[in-house]
């Protein structure tokens, strides 16, 4: 393990405080900053201006392709490779045909999307450096973390440590890649 | 306190006092720190010596065939698809109060999402087994699939039964994973609190190493808001699906158009009534009552009322319409259902669904767990009867009067029946010990909101 300075992690009591820190970080222009937090906080992404995600796009291809594929399959293989006659029925009896394509649709946009989620999470992930921070523990029950990371061009170990002071947090620590 | 708290006499959606900590302390203790009750380990082996019956009946099936039920041929589908029906039914109750009052912002359910989510997954995985073992060459099942076969045989893209393959599937893997993923949070904090390295590792596993980012919450968020859109789109197409396995046939009784939104309802009064028989005893045996108040009892028991009512109105109008119509074989069919010689699943049917439900119009029965737990109950077996009256009435005398016959239940047939139930309970069981039984994040959104009196419709996306 080498040990190497990751970032500094900053503890807070509420969502509120998390979004005053988040504000006041991109304030101080820091651009790589990231927020931990036990539930979805109202309003953070919109703080943090990390944009929209996607993935609305990946499930509309996911249904577009699971169904259209699947009807595709209906059609060539009840028309094309197999066609039976039954009394002169029509061999694409295309209402018939929607059931299967229409259930298929809906699985893949799931399908899709779940992999979108993960993939643009990066998950799984079962280690990351922040699980070695004890305090880091509480991120999944009651705390909220603000991270500024050392990749960051504005971040200067000792600015970055008297900027987070100012914020009041319960506690600071260092990351350790 | 907030809107949502105070709108009328009923109790609030979460005591007032709880936060972030306590929501976090009490709901992972249940997996983490409880010893494991008495009461579970008496359930447990009920369970699984249910489970066994059930697996000695299925390994006798596969041995001997489906003639150790008592199906014949008029009557070829009987328990097996009662069984099959009754259970798919349960599970889209689940879907519905989750994804379907996500989407109606009802704060209130983030109390019961989770099992009743679990209860669906468990449901399905139940039902699915009915369907495959009554093929009577149930090794085969796979030949409903379109795969490359050297046999160059394709499936019947235009049967019912085929549509419930495709509906089945769809519901079984998209409900697993609208669990599973909104467990992931949850899953996180119990890796996170867990005691011991074991623990921390298996929940670790399964959280795959979720963090709260604010990236991942809004990629989380958007993706369980449009499944929770699919889920419902789900539980309407799919339960449609299961009635048009009957009134795509030409059978007296089946063959109605009302069929799929009367099976939608029928699935919906049976599902929330399987929520309360689950709900009740899990809040007074895990000491939940600051999550699970008077108040989603109340509810459900409303909302229970109004699904029952539409299917209530759905016999009265199956069998005005047979009077209506003068069809004779319609005609016939219904006054066989009346008073031939299943008329007692029928009455049976009307004393469950029909008349035991009217309690609930009265606030003091509706308070009342005891009263509440009961009427469900009833509910379930009213709907398993119901199934049962739908198939056996309408077979029993067919068009041809030589071709008329009885059914009678083997012991295989209650065996089936009764190791259902008690693998549902097995897995719902293992659920509550080892995963998170309330949404815990959800909760805690929740409480904050409540807290700071920022709920006025809801709060949700």
């Given at each position: 393990?080498?040990?190497?300075?990751?970032?500094?992690?900053?503890?807070?009591?509420?969502?509120?405080?998390?979004?005053?820190?988040?504000?006041r970080?991109?304030?101080?222009?820091?651009?790589?900053?990231?927020?931990?937090?036990?539930?979805?906080?109202?309003?953070?992404?919109?703080?943090?201006?990390?944009?929209?995600?996607?993935?609305?796009f990946?499930?509309?291809?996911?249904?577009?392709?699971?169904?259209?594929?699947t009807?595709?399959?209906?059609?060539?293989?009840?028309?094309?490779?197999?066609?039976i006659?039954?009394?002169?029925?029509?061999?694409?009896?295309?209402?018939?045909?929607?059931?299967?394509?229409?259930?298929?649709?809906?699985?893949?946009?799931?399908?899709?999307?779940?992999?979108?989620?993960?993939?643009?999470?990066?998950?799984?992930?079962?280690?990351?450096?922040?699980?070695?921070v004890?305090?880091?523990?509480?991120a999944?029950?009651?705390?909220?973390?603000?991270?500024?990371?050392?990749?960051?061009?504005?971040?200067?170990?000792r600015?970055?440590?008297?900027f987070?002071?100012?914020l009041?947090?319960?506690?600071?620590?260092?990351?350790?890649? | 306190?907030?809107?949502?708290?105070?709108?009328?006499?009923?109790?609030?959606?979460?005591?007032?006092?709880?936060?972030?900590?306590?929501?976090t302390?009490?709901?992972s203790?249940?997996?983490?720190?409880?010893?494991?009750?008495?009461?579970w380990?008496?359930g447990?082996?009920?369970?699984?010596?249910?489970?066994?019956?059930?697996?000695?009946?299925?390994?006798?099936?596969l041995?001997?065939?489906?003639?150790?039920?008592?199906?014949?041929?008029?009557?070829?589908?009987?328990?097996?698809?009662?069984?099959?029906?009754?259970?798919?039914?349960?599970?889209?109750?689940?879907t519905?109060?989750?994804?379907?009052?996500?989407l109606?912002?009802?704060?209130w359910?983030?109390?019961?999402?989770?099992f009743a989510?679990?209860?669906?997954?468990?449901?399905?995985?139940?039902?699915?087994?009915?369907?495959?073992f009554?093929?009577?060459?149930?090794?085969?099942?796979?030949?409903?699939?379109?795969y490359?076969?050297?046999?160059?045989?394709w499936?019947?893209?235009?049967?019912s039964?085929?549509?419930?393959?495709?509906?089945?599937?769809?519901?079984?893997?998209?409900?697993?994973?609208?669990?599973?993923?909104?467990?992931?949070?949850?899953?996180?904090?119990?890796?996170?609190?867990?005691?011991?390295?074991?623990?921390?590792?298996?929940?670790?596993?399964?959280?795959?190493?979720?963090?709260?980012?604010?990236?991942?919450?809004?990629?989380?968020?958007?993706?369980?808001?449009?499944?929770?859109?699919?889920?419902?789109?789900?539980?309407?197409s799919?339960?449609?699906?299961?009635?048009?396995?009957f009134?795509?046939?030409?059978?007296?009784?089946?063959?109605?158009?009302?069929?799929p939104p009367?099976?939608?309802?029928?699935?919906?009064?049976?599902?929330?009534?399987?929520?309360?028989?689950?709900?009740?005893?899990?809040?007074?045996?895990?000491?939940?009552?600051?999550?699970?108040?008077?108040?989603h009892i109340?509810?459900?028991?409303k909302?229970?009322l109004?699904?029952?009512?539409?299917?209530?109105?759905?016999?009265?109008?199956?069998?005005?319409?047979?009077?209506?119509?003068?069809?004779?074989?319609?005609?016939?069919?219904?006054?066989?259902?009346?008073?031939?010689?299943y008329?007692?699943?029928?009455?049976?049917?009307?004393?469950?669904?029909?008349?035991?439900?009217?309690?609930?119009?009265?606030?003091?029965?509706?308070?009342?767990?005891?009263a509440?737990?009961?009427?469900?109950?009833?509910?379930?077996?009213?709907?398993?009867?119901?199934?049962?009256?739908?198939?056996?009435?309408?077979?029993?005398?067919?068009?041809?009067?030589?071709?008329?016959?009885?059914?009678?239940?083997?012991?295989?047939?209650?065996?089936?029946?009764?190791?259902?139930?008690?693998?549902?309970?097995?897995?719902?069981?293992?659920?509550?010990?080892?995963l998170?039984?309330?949404?815990?994040?959800?909760?805690?959104?929740?409480?904050?909101?409540?807290?700071?009196?920022?709920?006025?419709?809801?709060g949700?996306?």
């Amino acid at each position: 393990m080498s040990e190497r300075l990751l970032g500094l992690l900053a503890e807070f009591a509420d969502a509120e405080q998390l979004r005053g820190a988040v504000l006041r970080a991109r304030h101080e222009r820091y651009a790589d900053v990231e927020a931990y937090s036990p539930y979805p906080v109202d309003g953070l992404t919109e703080a943090m201006d990390i944009g929209r995600a996607h993935l609305p796009f990946w499930m509309l291809l996911g249904a577009i392709g699971g169904g259209g594929f699947t009807y595709w399959l209906e059609w060539y293989s009840a028309a094309i490779d197999y066609p039976i006659n039954v009394g002169g029925r029509p061999a694409f009896s295309w209402p018939a045909f929607l059931p299967p394509a229409l259930e298929m649709t809906l699985l893949w946009a799931v399908l899709a999307g779940l992999l979108a989620m993960l993939i643009g999470n990066r998950l799984p992930r079962v280690h990351h450096p922040l699980f070695s921070v004890r305090t880091f523990d509480r991120a999944s029950s009651d705390r909220f973390f603000l991270l500024l990371r050392t990749a960051d061009p504005r971040f200067e170990p000792r600015r970055a440590l008297e900027f987070l002071r100012t914020l009041s947090p319960l506690s600071i620590s260092e990351v350790m890649e | 306190m907030s809107a949502v708290i105070s709108n009328d006499a009923l109790p609030p959606v979460i005591e007032p006092g709880q936060n972030a900590s306590t929501i976090t302390t009490e709901i992972s203790a249940i997996t983490l720190q409880r010893p494991t009750g008495w009461l579970w380990i008496f359930g447990l082996l009920i369970s699984l010596a249910l489970g066994a019956l059930l697996f000695v009946g299925i390994c006798w099936l596969l041995y001997a065939g489906v003639g150790i039920w008592g199906i014949n041929i008029p009557i070829a589908w009987s328990f097996a698809i009662a069984n099959y029906v009754w259970w798919i039914a349960i599970g889209m109750g689940g879907t519905f109060i989750s994804a379907g009052m996500y989407l109606a912002r009802q704060p209130w359910r983030n109390s019961i999402n989770r099992f009743a989510e679990a209860m669906t997954v468990f449901a399905v995985s139940v039902s699915g087994l009915f369907p495959i073992f009554h093929l009577g060459r149930p090794w085969f099942f796979y030949w409903l699939f379109p795969y490359p076969d050297v046999m160059n045989v394709w499936p019947q893209w235009r049967s019912s039964l085929e549509w419930d393959f495709w509906a089945i599937l769809a519901y079984l893997i998209v409900s697993i994973l609208y669990w599973y993923v909104g467990m992931l949070p949850d899953l996180a904090t119990l890796r996170d609190r867990a005691p011991t390295l074991a623990k921390a590792r298996f929940y670790g596993l399964l959280a795959l190493g979720w963090r709260g980012e604010a990236r991942h919450w809004m990629r989380f968020e958007q993706f369980n808001l449009i499944t929770a859109g699919i889920a419902v789109a789900l539980v309407f197409s799919v339960h449609s699906m299961v009635a048009l396995d009957f009134s795509e046939g030409l059978v007296p009784g089946w063959h109605e158009t009302i069929f799929p939104p009367f099976f939608i309802a029928g699935a919906l009064f049976s599902g929330f009534a399987m929520v309360l028989v689950l709900g009740i005893p899990l809040r007074r045996c895990y000491g939940l009552q600051a999550f699970l108040t008077d108040r989603h009892i109340v509810n459900m028991a409303k909302m229970m009322l109004c699904a029952g009512l539409f299917v209530d109105y759905s016999y009265f109008s199956e069998i005005f319409t047979a009077f209506q119509s003068m069809d004779r074989h319609d005609l016939a069919m219904t006054l066989h259902r009346l008073y031939g010689a299943y008329a007692w699943a029928f009455w049976g049917t009307i004393l469950f669904n029909v008349l035991n439900i009217q309690l609930l119009w009265f606030p003091r029965v509706r308070r009342s767990h005891a009263a509440v737990f009961l009427i469900s109950i009833g509910v379930l077996i009213g709907m398993w009867l119901e199934r049962f009256m739908l198939i056996v009435s309408s077979l029993y005398q067919g068009f041809v009067p030589s071709a008329w016959g009885m059914f009678w239940p083997t012991f295989w047939d209650l065996a089936f029946l009764a190791g259902s139930v008690g693998l549902f309970f097995l897995m719902f069981l293992l659920f509550v010990r080892l995963l998170p039984v309330l949404s815990m994040f959800e909760l805690r959104k929740l409480a904050h909101q409540s807290g700071s009196g920022g709920v006025e419709r809801g709060g949700e996306p």
